[in-house]
Every structure is written in structure tokens, then in C-alpha cells.
DNA sequence: ATGAAAGCGCTAACAC
DNA sequence: GTGTTAGCGCTTTCAT
């Protein structure tokens, strides 16, 4: 641990530790050969600057954070995967932080991020509407933040979603058209701003086919897996709907499961739809028929807001509502 | 932006500097009573001690780096769920990095993690056993790196995979125990130590079978999805096997994917098998026999590891194997 | 129990 | 084109 830094660089060299420091950040006051011979050495003595120095320094640490539910999780993985592909194209580092939707875990990861650590932050939140003082505060810290998927309206900047309202109308409509009588919908995190637009997208489809609106159909699942699934069993058993919006990948695979336990037919007894970015929708049985959202492009495009935020030094980002549509892919599942 | 820092705060305070460090990080000698009041004001003024001035001066940055081939990948998000949990206990920061399977972008990854920005590293790795020179040059700097997954055997530091040959062994049995006669395989990454030592497994079995081992029937694919479905349909149709063994989950979606397209019904004219790790297996048409990976229980104790390192101080890690094993889970897309 | 001061490794103004 | 130096915000001896 013999800990090479730029005075020691300096020293081997017989220069100032100035000139070593701008060698690596291509000043255009220094000598090419100069530059050369610096480069040369640091290689062959394996010297990297120290960033945290750096950073201390210049007050930027070239790097961003970004928070979310969960990670393993089709949506989340591919918009990280975005996200992570512009941040590599600015050569930032992406410091992860999963909230398992527990508002109290943002909560604690936002105030770390108060100081410092890094430039800006990409959020798909987990509380309600009312609770962004936190965020707020960190903007007031000189830190952007955007949001993707799970915003806060109210908060003054840009939030990158899907349209959910839209897709979830346009879905449920689908299964109106496909000749379901009785629709139920599965959802969870019911404080979530997209968890209230796809509940207002179905219950807009109902009322326009003049369809009643029926609380019993309406479950609100819970992120124990198990639990949910007895929830589901229960109103498909009780209930026995006819169709089923599920708002969340991870329900409609419950709701398969259930299906496969209660001996109902998809799509001959119950037909099936969700929001989802599961590959493998198209190979299940029967093949799946869902709302596919643009993950990777919406990841790509919050981090671009950011980016560009940061690149003009500045925390104030335009209030503005960035919609990247989803697709529904009709499978097997919504056949009639 | 008007940025408070220790020094304000103790302006605020009547009090040093050095008082407030000690408050912030339970200092022994401080008074209880002071040490409340200050940590209330803090509270008052948005006070967080900034990581990046604390880092430089202990040497300690508290955050570790993940490097992954992927992240939209079901092994390793579930893998980093689990790394995450126990760095979330430890309250340290994670840092993601994708190499998108090329070694040359690890390369660069790792250069930019010698100095200070990191206290560790958990990689899977891109390259083939001879490339793991500059992870030794890390450790050489004191900065401990675990393997998991993806490993360089021959780099003196832990390792945590599953048993991918005796998984493969077994799943390759199972085939041959089902009936199949001519078993193709499916891999990707020759280089990679899980490639080799899954393939060796499948050669094991198919010796000790007294089989024919056909270098047509073994497909190495490519990163570019189309191609590889290309690949597997062309030996499909020019081979004719009745039982596959992947190497990968997406090899094994593709694989369907063929099936479907030419008419191959499985499990009847052929049997299919796969590492996978996916939740909707079972759901899949007809439901796809995995060996599951413990993929949350290998990030967890790759975790555990170096973070065990990272407490004693020291960059010296047992040059030992941690092996997790898989299991095999039996399902339609393999009955007889 | 509290404070003064040096220094972590770097950058940037300024001098030469 | 290169060097000197102050200082980013903190921690940590060492005095008191």
C-alpha cells in the first residue's frame, strides 16, 4: 500500500504537482511533450488521481444516484440499464439504492446524498404525492433530480412516465372489446402516482362502456408475494371475473398461478393482461398479452434530462412531464 | 446553495470544529448534552458531514464497487438484491458498473477504481482465465475484490459460485434419463469459467453415458439476440436433437422461440433444460425444468466476504471456493 | 470535555 | 509553459 498521489509523481519528474494536475485534465496551457512524458510515467507507476480529492475540490463528483423499488425486476433493470448507458457515455459513476417501497428507506438514502456525494439523482419514488420535501430540499442543496415511472407531481421538475393513464384505458377497453363482462384489477402501493393513473384508466373504460364499478373486484395486493396470492385466489373464487387488468407484472404471474391452482381457463374462462417487460410473456401458457413499457428508452431519457441539467451547471430543471408511450401486444391470453 | 459545513456550524454553536466531528461519529470524550445540542442544530440546519472531505481524510470512502456483464438479467439482479442487502447494513454505497460482456470495458472499470473511490469490489468478469492482472494490481493497492459467478480461479482471492459442473452433470442425466438420444447444447462466452465448466458437464455426462460427443450439436451464440437465434434454428433443423441443455436463461427463451417457429413441439419431439433463474417458468407453455441458481444467496455471501475483509482492514482474502448450489427443478419442457 | 492546527490529495488563481 | 500556494471539508493527534 505504498499509496502513489501527484506529489509523488511530481517529485519523480521533477515538476510541480500544477502541472502533473494539468496534464490529466487537458489544459491547454501545457507543453505536449511535457504532457506526454507525465502520462508515461503515471502509466508505468499505475497513478490514477485520487477522484475524492478531486471532487472535494471541484465540488463535482461525477456521479449520480439512483433510486428505486427493487432491482430485480423487469421495468427496473432494463431502465437502469438505460440510465447506466448515458451516464457510461458522460463517464459518471451510478451509485444504486433500493428502497424495497419503503418511504422511510428514501427518506434515509436522500438525506446521504445531501452532501456531496453526488451531482444529481434519478428517482422512482415509493411514498404518495404529499411527501417530496425531501427531494425538494436536496434540489435546494444544488442537487437536480428527476423522476422516472414513480413520481411526485407536485415536485417542480421533470418527471419521465409512461402513459399509464392512456395504456391502462386503452387495455382495459381491450378486454371490453374481447368480450369481458366482469373485469377486476390488481394493484398495489395504491399511494403510487402510477398505481392511481392505471386505476383511473380502467375505471374510465368501465364507465364509458357504462359497466359498473365494483369495489370486490378491485384487489389491492401486498409486496408479500404469498399474501397476494391468497388475495387473488379469493376474489377469483368469489368473484369469478371474466377478465383481469393486472398493473403490475409480478400480480398477473400470481394471478397465472392462481388460474393454474383453481382449474380457470385463460383465455376461455378468464382473459388476462398486464403492464410488463417480461421477455418471456410471449412463451408463457398461454402466451401473455401485455402493456409494454419503453423501460430502457425512459430510463435513457431521465438521465438525459439530468445530464443536461448538470452540464449547464444548474439544479433547476423544467417542470415538465416527458410521456413515453407503452405498446399493448394482444397475445393469446385476451384471445376469444 | 449557500452550503453549510462543519465549520458554519460550529460558528452557530460557539463550539470547534473538532467538537462537532466527535459528535457525528460517538467520540467518547464529548459531553451527552452537547454533543444533543449539536446534533439537533445539525437537524435545524440540514447538516450532513460531507462523505467526500470525511473519505479523503480516513481513507475510507465506505462504498464498494459491483462490476456485472448485465444488469437486465435475472441472475445477477437478483444477485445484486442480495449484495445490496448486507451492503445496506453495513450503511455502505454501491457503485454499478456494466461491462456489457466486454473485457476491455472491465479494464477501464477497474483502472478507474485504484484510488480512493471504492473500499472493495465484487466482480463477475468479462474475460477468460489469463486476464485477471489488474485486479491483482487493485488488491496490490489494498482494495480486496470477491468473485462471484464469473470467476478468474487463478487470482488468489475468494471466489462464490454455484456448482455449475456437477449442476450440469446432473442436468445433462436428467436429460438422458428422460429418453433423449442426441442432446444438443447451447452456450455463449467460451472464455468464461461458468461456460467451460457447464459444457465440461455436459461432456461428463454424455461420456459416462457412453454417448457420442457432436461438436454440430454444441452452438456457441452471440451477444446480438438475432444472430443467436439463427444459430440455434439452423442446428435445430440440421441436426434434429431431441434434448437441449442451455447454458443461459435467454438461450433457452430463444430456443422456445425456435420451437415455435418450426413446429418443434416440446417436450414431445424435443426436451429442453436451461440455467435459469426466472420466476415465470413454471408458467411458461410447456413448463421449463431450470436449475435454479441461488442467485441472491451468492450475492449475499460474496458480500459477507468482502465485507469481512473490509473490517479487519485488510486486502488479504482466503484464496478460497464458496460453492452454492443449485438445484434442479423438474418440470414439462423435460417429461417423457 | 473541548480546541488548535496539521494534513488527506487535489485544483485553480496567480506569479514568474 | 511551469511553479507556488491557499483551501475544498473533514479527522485526528496533541494541548489545555
Redesign the pocket.
Known amino acids: 500500500m505504498d ?1 502513489i ?3 509523488k509523481l511530481a517529485e519523480e519528474l ?6 502533473i ?2 496534464a ?2 487537458n ?5 505536449a ?3 506526454e512524458r507525465i502520462l508515461e510515467k503515471a502509466r508505468e507507476l499505475n ?4 477522484p475524492l ?2 471532487s ?4 463535482k463528483s461525477r456521479t449520480i444516484a439512483v433510486v428505486v423499488p427493487e432491482i430485480a425486476n423487469t421495468f427496473f433493470s432494463l431502465a437502469i440499464n438505460g440510465i447506466e448507458s448515458v451516464a457510461g457515455e458522460k463517464e459518471f459513476h451510478v451509485l444504486i439504492y433500493l428502497t424495497h417501497e419503503d418511504y422511510a428507506r428514501e427518506l434515509g438514502f436522500i438525506r446521504h446524498l445531501q ?2 456525494r453526488v451531482d444529481g439523482v434519478l428517482i422512482s419514488v415509493s411514498g404518495g404525492d404529499a411527501d417530496y420535501e425531501h427531494l425538494d430540499q436536496l434540489r435546494a442543496k444544488g442537487i437536480p433530480v428527476v423522476f422516472f415511472d414513480r413520481v411526485y407531481y407536485n415536485s417542480n421538475t421533470t418527471k419521465v412516465t409512461t402513459n399509464n393513464f392512456e395504456s391502462s384505458l386503452m387495455a382495459t377497453r381491450h378486454l371490453i372489446r374481447q368480450g369481458c363482462k366482469k373485469i377486476a384489477h390488481l394493484y398495489h402501493s395504491s399511494s403510487l402516482s402510477i398505481t392511481k393513473e392505471r386505476k383511473e384508466g380502467y375505471l374510465e373504460a368501465l364507465r364509458q362502456a357504462k359497466m359498473p364499478v365494483r369495489e370486490e373486484l378491485m384487489v389491492e395486493c401486498d409486496s408479500d408475494q404469498a399474501k397476494s396470492l391468497q388475495l387473488i385466489r379469493k376474489m377469483l373464487k368469489k368473484q369469478g371475473p371474466d377478465g383481469v387488468f393486472s398493473s403490475f407484472e409480478k400480480l398477473a404471474v400470481l394471478c397465472y398461478q392462481a388460474c393454474a391452482a383453481q382449474g380457470i381457463k385463460i383465455p376461455g374462462d378468464l382473459k388476462i393482461l398486464t403492464f410488463s417487460n417480461l421477455e418471456s410473456a410471449a412463451l408463457m401458457d398461454p402466451p401473455l398479452t401485455t402493456i409494454t413499457q419503453p423501460a430502457y428508452e425512459i430510463g435513457r431519457q431521465a438521465a438525459s434530462v439530468l445530464f443536461k441539467a448538470l452540464e449547464k451547471k444548474s439544479a433547476v430543471i423544467a417542470n415538465e412531464h416527458i410521456i413515453v408511450p407503452s405498446v399493448l401486444v394482444e397475445r393469446k391470453s385476451t384471445k376469444k
Chains 1, 2 share one sequence.
Open positions: 499509496s498521489n501527484i506529489r521533477n515538476l510541480s504537482v500544477s502541472t494536475s494539468k490529466f485534465r489544459s491547454y496551457d501545457i507543453n511533450a511535457t504532457k497513478y490514477q488521481p485520487n480529492a478531486s472535494l475540490r471541484t465540488q452532501n456531496g
